[in-house]
Nanobody, 124 residues
Framework: QAQLVESGGGLVQAGGSLRLSCTAS????????MAWFRQAHGKERAFVAA????????YYADSVKGRFTISRDNAKNTLYLQMNSLKPDDTAVYYC?????????????????WGQGTQVTVSS
């Protein structure tokens, strides 16, 4: 069973940037899909971005397309989320997740291993 640890969250002004990292331990994640989800206060957890096992295919929620970039470094067992042009609506706890399957998914129930989350707060 992999353990996932997110880092890189914090407080940033609108228009700013942050890069989140998610480092895995316990087993390799290099063959498996990974994703970022987020949960704003009082709302359900929502899909943000996903990547397949090789990193060759990426998928984004419409709300972040063109502003966020998901990437992975399989040699480092790490997933990233580069977030640019941040908006107050991006404020949420961000979670990374992985599943024992090569292909990515938008559905949180397809992912079986989750990190503890990292808070991102965007001030206006």
């Amino acid at each position: 069973q992999a353990q996932l640890v997110e880092s890189g969250g914090g407080l940033v002004q609108a228009g700013g940037s942050l890069r989140l990292s998610c480092t895995a331990s316990g087993r390799t994640i290099s063959k498996y899909a990974m994703a970022w989800f987020r949960q704003a206060h009082g709302k359900e957890r929502a899909f943000v971005a996903a990547v397949n096992g090789s990193g060759g295919s990426t998928y984004y929620a419409d709300s972040v397309k063109g502003r966020f970039t998901i990437s992975r470094d399989n040699a480092k067992n790490t997933l990233y989320l580069q977030m640019n042009s941040l908006k107050p609506d991006d404020t949420a706890v961000y979670y990374c997740a992985t599943r024992l399957y090569y292909f990515a998914s938008y559905n949180e129930y397809d992912f079986d291993t989750w990190g503890q989350g990292t808070q991102v707060t965007v001030s206006s």
